[in-house]
């Protein structure tokens, strides 16, 4: 017997849940609520019937899986590959560009690896790895989430971009995994003095300033290789009532008030997400 998966949170005052949505990040960061909650207000302003909303926390991999079982009615994922099989393969539709979120390597104050901040991705980890493996003082460790998250793809693309695969290796005394969510990993990166890849919504969301750092913050521009654009999905596995809130949920996020909810989305009078660049629903 499969058991019922529970959400993380629920939004809403009153009413039945009507629309289920899965996300790690930006559920953690507050994003996912602030939607919910201007999404609710706008359509009991238009005359519905108050409803819930409900958070599903999981990473892009866990989020495509909820998609095709039926579990949630919306993904919000950051693979453009995994996306478009779930388009193809016919569980997922009315796909969108959301919002773009960054990627951020950050590390220690002390700084073994001597990254030079600002400089490009693929030159900053090639750093790491060769000052891991050179066995510095303090020691070079890196943080993998290893959990096959967007952040976790991300991260292999950089390492096999410089030939590296610190993963393949028996044993690795620098390459650390750990199978946490974003804040959690962020957190464990910061208490153990190590390097890791992390997105620009978690370290607004958490105070690790006291002892790491970010060296590269990734940009908007459509080639920077920590971009990191969200997508969002509907389910054609929840049943027709279901899948037509989905898509009105995605239309709304895309408009004018959706997008607005997004840039207007801060932590600590710091924006955490750009706006979508063309939005639309295809």
């Not at 030159?123 to 790491?128: G, K, P, V």
């Not at 020691?139 to 292999?156: G, P, V, W, Y």
């Amino acid at each position: 017997m499969t058991l019922a998966i529970e959400p993380a949170d629920v939004y809403g005052d009153a009413g039945d849940i009507l629309l289920r949505v899965g996300n790690g990040g930006a559920g953690q960061a507050g994003l996912v609520k602030a939607l919910a909650d201007a999404y609710i207000a706008s359509r009991v302003q238009g005359g519905q019937t108050p409803f819930r909303v409900a958070w599903y926390k999981s990473d892009t991999t866990v989020t495509l899986g909820y998609l095709k079982d039926g579990t949630i009615d919306v993904g919000l994922t950051y693979n453009a590959a995994a996306e478009a099989i779930a388009v193809a393969d016919g569980y997922a539709n009315a796909y969108a560009y959301a919002f773009r979120d960054h990627f951020c390597i950050v590390g220690p104050k002390a700084n073994p690896a001597g990254l030079v901040a600002g400089e490009d991705a693929l030159t900053a980890f090639q750093r790491l790895y060769t000052a891991a493996e050179a066995t510095t003082t303090p020691a070079t460790r890196f943080l993998s989430r290893f959990d096959k998250s967007a952040t976790n793809i991300k991260e292999s693309a950089l390492w096999t971009a410089i030939g590296q695969v610190p993963w393949g290796i028996p044993y690795s005394t620098w390459y650390h995994v750990f199978l946490q969510f974003p804040i959690q990993a962020l957190e464990a990166a910061a208490t153990l003095g190590q390097y890791t890849l992390t997105d620009w919504g978690t370290w607004l969301s958490t105070d690790v300033s006291d002892s790491l750092v970010i060296y590269r913050k990734g940009s908007d521009a459509p080639d920077d290789l920590l971009l990191n654009p969200c997508r969002a999905l509907a389910s054609t596995r929840t049943g027709a009532t279901a899948e037509a809130m989905a898509k009105d949920f995605i239309a709304w996020m895309v408009s004018e008030a959706g997008q607005g909810v997004i840039t207007g989305f801060q932590k600590n009078g710091q924006p955490l997400y750009s706006g979508a660049p063309t939005p639309g629903v295809s």
